[in-house]
């Protein structure tokens, strides 16, 4: 039997905020606003007419204050806020698909609400150069359709079922800015837990969401530089991103994020020109090997490097561009596919080759 799923899913919502300098204190910034989001969205197999994922509404208010706070004329920024979330998730009661044993589950209107803080300092010692920390809680719902679909026992009810609890993250960065004549370069550090997260875990084929201490951290290190050629500007950029589990439920973290649930380390280098009407850039993209500790060896990525290349002709009539993803046409498998389901040869496919495209833009 082979069937097709088909999203349907429907969003609404709005966004404002109101922002001033406090009356007799001009250092000092407040903003205040609502977010406001109604989304209803179901999945079905649309060959057999089944439904897989439930109709599902999800409503999200959110409140939220910010101050800012200058000093020294600028040269040390303080800032804090709060945001309230609201969020209720309604399902209807619905029966799994018969992979699943046909399991009846009850609906309900589970409601969540958690209020987060933020913070961060910035410090400006010399023109051109910032440094930076913050922590802010990050707040994010599960793939609530994941999870609804892949109930497999009886006895489930939609209101006490904990596994679509909002994931609540706890995110800190530091950083450095520099901004001093020809060169701009930045350097981050980051890293984010979530007692309760969220990982992808493939089982019998199909992946389904389970809910791990997760632990993530990242650096980012961005320069460019202006040369004396008009025009041209030299960039590169490195990325390493490392997570971490708690794959045995006992508080720790102990076994590596695989493929599925974090993306490649990454490094890029480019160059870019932009001189009277023709603008150019070419860029080399070179995608990390990595392995995974406590995961299958077969899904270990290795790794591969791309070029691409654009150049534009601004003319009276608009813009005359020709642009060559994989120029150079290397063969490599893809990192969604290299890192997934190793014995699935319907899965295990290469990257696209050279692509050209020639394309026209005009503004009015």
Do not use: C, M
């Not at 875990?201 to 202006?226: D, F, T, W």
């Amino acid at each position: 039997l082979f069937d097709q799923s088909q999203n349907r899913s429907r969003k609404y919502g709005g966004k404002i905020s109101y922002e001033r300098t406090v009356p007799g204190f001009e250092a000092l910034d407040v903003t205040v606003g609502f977010d406001v989001l109604y989304d209803t969205t179901e999945q079905r197999l649309i060959a057999t007419d089944r439904v897989w994922v439930p109709p599902t509404d999800f409503r999200s208010l959110a409140p939220f204050a910010q101050l800012n706070l200058g000093l020294f004329d600028d040269r040390l920024r303080l800032a804090g806020g709060l945001r309230h979330e609201n969020v209720r998730i309604r399902i209807d009661d619905y029966t799994t698909l018969a992979y699943y044993g046909s399991r009846h589950v009850g609906g309900g209107s589970p409601t969540f609400d958690d209020t987060l803080v933020n913070g961060g300092v910035i410090v400006e010692p010399l023109e051109g150069v910032r440094a930076y920390v913050s922590y802010a809680e990050g707040y994010t719902v599960p793939d609530v359709g994941r999870i609804t679909r892949a109930v497999s026992v009886d006895g489930v009810d939609v209101d006490d079922f904990l596994d679509i609890s909002p994931i609540v993250s706890n995110n800190r960065e530091i950083g450095l800015e520099v901004k001093r004549g020809p060169f701009d370069a930045s350097a981050a550090y980051f890293w984010s837990t979530s007692t309760k997260g969220q990982l992808l875990v493939l089982v019998g084929g199909v992946y389904q969401v389970e809910r791990q201490r997760v632990e993530i951290e990242g650096l980012e290190l961005n320069v460019s530089a202006r040369t004396p050629v008009p025009g041209l500007t030299l960039s590169a950029g490195y990325a390493r991103l490392e997570g971490r589990t708690d794959s045995d439920g006992d508080g720790r973290v102990d076994s590596d994020l695989d493929g599925a649930n974090i993306s490649p380390n990454r490094l890029n280098v480019a160059g870019s020109y932009a001189n009277g009407p023709i603008t150019a850039r070419l860029q080399v993209q070179a995608f990390l090997s990595r392995s995974f500790d406590g995961q299958d060896p077969r899904n270990d990525f290795e790794g591969y490097t791309v070029v691409d290349g654009t150049i534009r002709y601004a003319t009276r009539w608009g813009g005359l561009s020709l642009s060559v993803q994989n120029l150079l046409d290397e063969q490599y498998i893809s990192y969604n596919s290299d890192v997934q389901r190793p014995t699935d040869n319907l899965r295990f496919y290469a990257g696209r080759g050279r692509t050209w495209t020639v394309g026209w833009d005009y503004a009015f």
